[in-house]
């Protein structure tokens, strides 16, 4: 009987999403650019402590002393990214007034979070009801969602299950996963059955065509589900030597900020170290109160508002 229950419910997300529609939740969630906050959310490198443990208290203060009320936090299988690590931000961040994201690993890279591995539906029902405890919980993304073998896993029908098991639990934590190519194919895929996706720009030394990719995503999407930009405060294992200049940020986050419904930072450092204060900086101008014309309205602008050769 349950099974006929799941089979019908994947039936009508596959309908919502041929025909267009929004999810229920879609239709009661923040408007677009609000759920990553209207200012960009940061994926933070951790600051250590004792045993590798992640500082909490450090980076709460961190997060506060640079005007960020968004972090997303990997939690994979050792600390300083241990669940348990991840729970205790949760709490402070929940004091603090500060949304969080959770970051699970994905196939392609091992499904290494632990408690739970590959086995997302459990992560998603677990996380849900940690959700409710603490409303700071925000979202759960999941890296690389269609890359390489982690394709084969997130299929249509699973994407719905995942869904589902959340919303059964509390329908107001999102499901919002990463993903690198958004063609037709792909939106339709994932119509219905998730609450928005990060889209990463991959370019970490320009900018041009990054206008382009998020005005033609928002056609293929056609209002299904919010789009947010991804922009690399950090370098990658696939690009080492790519660290961002501050330039490039700003110019970044600006389209970023126009172009998609809100956005996301990665690795960026909290850190005092002088070598990291510069692209701190930047992105800190985008924080309510910042220096940027920008500042607290990322999601929310309008595309005539960037100058022609910021895009160049």
């Known amino acids: ?32 650019g609000h759920a990553m906050g209207p200012a960009p959310c940061i994926w933070a490198a951790p600051i250590r402590g004792k045993g590798n443990a992640l500082d909490v208290p450090g980076m709460i203060r961190a997060l506060q002393d640079h005007g960020f009320n968004c972090v997303a936090e990997v939690i994979d299988s050792e600390p300083p990214h241990s669940f348990a690590d991840f729970q205790r931000l949760l709490s402070a961040a929940q004091s603090a007034g500060i949304s969080v994201w959770a970051i699970l690993i994905p196939p392609s890279e091992g499904a ?39 394709n084969q896993k997130f299929t249509r029908e699973y994407l719905t ?38 889209f990463w720009w991959l370019n970490m030394e320009i900018v041009g065509g990054m ?18 930009a991804g922009v690399y405060g950090h370098s990658t294992l696939y690009h ?34 002088p070598a990291d204060q510069e692209l701190l900086n930047t992105a800190r101008a985008f924080a309510p109160g910042g220096s940027d014309d920008l500042a607290g309205k990322c999601g929310v602008g309008s595309p005539s508002a960037i100058p022609r050769d910021e895009a160049q």
């Open 240 to 273: 080492p030597q790519g660290n961002p200049t501050p330039k490039i940020l700003r110019r970044s986050l600006h389209i970023a900020c126009q172009y998609a419904d809100g956005a996301v930072i990665f690795n960026l450092s909290l850190s005092s170290d």
């Open 161 to 198: 299950r995942l869904y589902q098991s959340k919303q059964e639990i509390n329908p107001q934590l999102l499901f919002v996963p990463t993903i690198y190519e958004l063609d037709a194919e792909v939106a339709d895929r994932l119509a219905g059955c998730v609450d928005g996706a990060w």
């Open 112 to 150: 290494t979070s632990l408690p739970y591995k590959d086995d997302y539906l459990r992560w998603m029902k677990e996380l849900a009801k940690l959700s409710r405890q603490y409303p700071a919980l925000r979202g759960v993304n999941i890296d690389d969602l269609f890359s390489n073998i982690s």
């Open 1 to 32: 009987m349950l099974w006929k229950w799941v089979n019908t419910l994947t039936a009508v997300c596959v309908l919502m999403g041929a025909l267009g529609f929004r999810s229920v939740k879609a239709q009661t969630s923040p408007p677009p």
């Open 211 to 228: 206008r382009s990719q998020f005005e033609n995503s928002r056609r293929v999407v056609a209002g299904r589900f919010p789009i947010y």
